[in-house]
């Protein structure tokens, strides 16, 4: 089979939607057994806010089945720190550099410069990364650190007849490259009818180019070029870092739906003149996030970062859960009831994986009674997966296991238990949502909640006793005394249970 699957490593086709060619299709690989994986990263000027997180979510799934079909993955995922600007809807973007209008912030008034910003805010992401258990890259290129090749790339443009300097800076001629538009379907001549896509210069050969390299001898970063004084553009620096680290033609480019267009057309136009080959195979996009049924908005007061919502009781693992339930080919509804859900369902994960710690201290002697189903739906999890990254069903399954898990806890054999370690490790690897994979301390704050665990489990077993003695008034009493403490008990059929809810 030419170009490699994922099916040579397993049974199982990793197939996902490909928004080149508007279909469902497998990952076809340049090296058999080798995915090498490309995801547009953050801009550095702030926190990165919950819908950044779903799309950077979609990717580590991808890396987690991948490697459960026994694929190895190169992944790189870049930080940008420079170049992105303000107006970055349009192919030629206008404003100001974000990084540079961040420092102006009340916000940046705590930075010196605007690298001391760059470097708080790239820390501040990777703890939220860690905290979502997002597996790390192999590679994470910084755009100021990859300067030389991006002047080396435009001038190679510029001596191929496809890019051109002018007093401003230096465009990229889109007339030189025929398929533009093809990715997103803003070909050239509907740039033309549609001004509003492009910036207008009067320096330009046309006003749907798009800048390499900004002259600015002002700007706050700017480097020295044979050009002059300035800095990249935008779009210049994904490509040249995806092709310095994962070769000409990636098995998979992967972003927000937000980057479809200008910057990964842009990027297309770029790699693609310069190497005369395919840039990606695969093209995947993330759907946008809402919440609470609207667009998050500062001014309306649901702009959500991980942080934020740490700070107000959520559960990290929680977070994840709720940013990854719904698929990424649609757009999500992230609520305050979603992720209370979220959070108790995490809450299984765990009293499962306290119950099979316990059964494997026990050591009791007996057959394995679960193992059989736990594959089962281990499996049903995994095929979902590889369907699309089909988070809905998979989810469901894996809960499943939890149920067949704390059904026997009070009774687990050893056999069973290290059959229920199996599983959890398994789904753990798969979907990220049994335990925290690296130690992290946590984020504490003076808003975020304080409980008494004891107090709690003593209050819940007074309920229990005031049901049995038929004072339900009691019971329902200590129920909303909790409730009004931000604790919610929940019945299930394993007795009850408590998670804190989230105070959004």
Not at 80 to 108: I, N, P
Not at 223 to 251: I, Q
Not at 471 to 480: G, H, P, T, V
């Amino acid at each position: 089979m030419p170009n490699g699957t994922l099916s040579q490593m397993s049974e199982r086709t990793l197939r996902l939607y490909d928004t080149m060619t508007r279909q469902v299709k497998p990952l076809e690989l340049v090296e058999p057994g080798h995915l090498r994986f490309y995801s547009c990263g953050p801009t550095v000027y702030s926190y990165a806010h919950i819908g950044n997180f779903r799309t950077f979510l979609t990717a580590d799934l991808i890396i987690r089945t991948a490697q459960a079909l026994g694929t190895r993955v190169t992944y790189v995922s870049n930080i940008t720190d420079v170049g992105h600007l303000t107006q970055d809807d349009v192919a030629d973007a206008g404003g100001e550099d974000k990084m540079a209008r961040a420092l102006q912030s009340k916000e940046g008034e705590q930075f010196n410069n605007v690298w001391e910003l760059a470097e708080y805010y790239e820390d501040a992401f990777l703890e939220d990364w860690a905290r979502l258990n997002l597996k790390e890259p192999q590679v994470r290129p910084r755009a100021t650190q990859h300067m030389r090749e991006q002047i080396v790339a435009a001038e190679q443009l510029i001596a191929q007849g496809n890019a051109y300097e002018t007093p401003t800076g230096v465009y990229f001629n889109v007339e030189s490259f025929p398929s533009y538009g093809k990715l997103s379907g803003n070909t050239q001549e509907n740039l033309k009818k549609a001004s509003r896509e492009v910036v207008l210069d009067d320096n330009k050969r046309d006003q749907s180019d798009f800048a390499l390299w900004k002259k600015d001898d002002k700007h706050l970063m700017q480097w020295y070029s044979p050009f002059g004084w300035g800095f990249p553009g935008w779009h210049l620096e994904c490509s040249v870092m995806a092709r310095m680290y994962l070769g000409e033609t990636l098995d998979l480019h992967a972003g927000g739906e937000d980057l479809i267009f200008p910057h990964h057309e842009c990027e297309i136009a770029q790699s693609e003149a310069l190497t005369g080959k395919p840039f990606s195979n695969h093209w995947i996009h993330t759907r946008f996030l809402q919440v609470n049924g609207e667009k998050m908005s500062k001014s309306l007061g649901n702009y959500y970062t991980v942080r934020f919502l740490l700070e107000k009781g959520a559960d990290p693992l929680a977070i994840r859960y709720a940013l990854i339930s719904g698929v990424y080919t649609k757009p999500l509804n992230f609520t305050d009831q979603s992720l209370s859900d979220a959070m108790g369902n995490i809450d299984r994960y765990r009293r499962s994986d306290a119950a099979v710690a316990a059964g494997l201290e026990a050591a009791r002697p007996g057959d394995d009674a679960i193992g059989t189903l736990l594959e089962e739906l281990y499996d049903q999890a995994l095929d979902a997966m590889c369907n699309d990254l089909n988070t809905s069903v998979a989810l469901a399954k894996a809960l499943e296991g939890t149920r067949v898990i704390l059904r026997e806890a009070e009774t687990l054999s050893l056999a069973s238990a290290e059959s229920g370690k199996v599983y959890l490790d398994r789904i753990n690897d798969l979907l990220g949502i049994v335990r925290p994979e690296r130690v992290l301390a946590d984020l504490q704050t003076e808003s975020a909640p304080k409980v008494d665990e004891a107090r709690i489990g003593a209050l819940i077993q007074e309920r229990i006793d005031a049901k049995k003695a038929k004072n339900f008034a009691l019971a329902d009493q200590i129920r909303k005394d909790l409730e009004a403490e931000g604790i919610e008990l929940r019945d299930t059929p394993e007795g009850t249970v408590w998670v804190l809810k989230s105070t959004l």
